[in-house]
Nanobody
Framework: QVQLVESGGGLEQAGGSLRLSCAASGRPLNIDTMGWFRQAPGKEREFVGR????????YYADSVKGRFTISRDNAKHTITLQMNSLKPEDTAVYHC???????????????????WGQGTQVTVSS
């Protein structure tokens, strides 16, 4: 049973920064890519960014490019989402996701991921 547990998040003012972490545990733990998605109230869940565990290649949604950064710690099976220059429109529940295989070229769709975390709330005030 694989589990993803997010931490971090909370309330921040516009222009500020927050840091989210996601730790994967369980067996078997075969990780190809880990990513972040978010869902704002009344909206569909959307892709934020992802990182390949081998090579550390990242890809971001246009809405967060240049403001958000994903990093990884392979030894700890953990990824981190550093969010800078936050905007009120970044308010959402942020979910971590994990893919065992690379089934899509960009890995930016929900269907590419096998496991999901429960999510953590990020609220940005104006």
């Amino acid at each position: 049973q694989v589990q993803l547990v997010e931490s971090g998040g909370g309330l921040e003012q516009a222009g500020g920064s927050l840091r989210l972490s996601c730790a994967a545990s369980g067996r078997p733990l075969n990780i190809d890519t880990m990513g972040w998605f978010r869902q704002a109230p009344g909206k569909e869940r959307e892709f934020v960014g992802r990182i390949t565990m081998s090579g550390g290649y990242t890809y971001y949604a246009d809405s967060v490019k240049g403001r958000f950064t994903i990093s990884r710690d392979n030894a700890k099976h953990t990824i981190t989402l550093q969010m800078n220059s936050l905007k009120p429109e970044d308010t959402a529940v942020y979910h971590c996701a994990m893919a065992s295989r690379r089934t899509f070229s960009l890995m930016s769709v929900e269907a590419a991921y096998d496991y999901w975390g429960q999510g953590t709330q990020v609220t940005v005030s104006s």
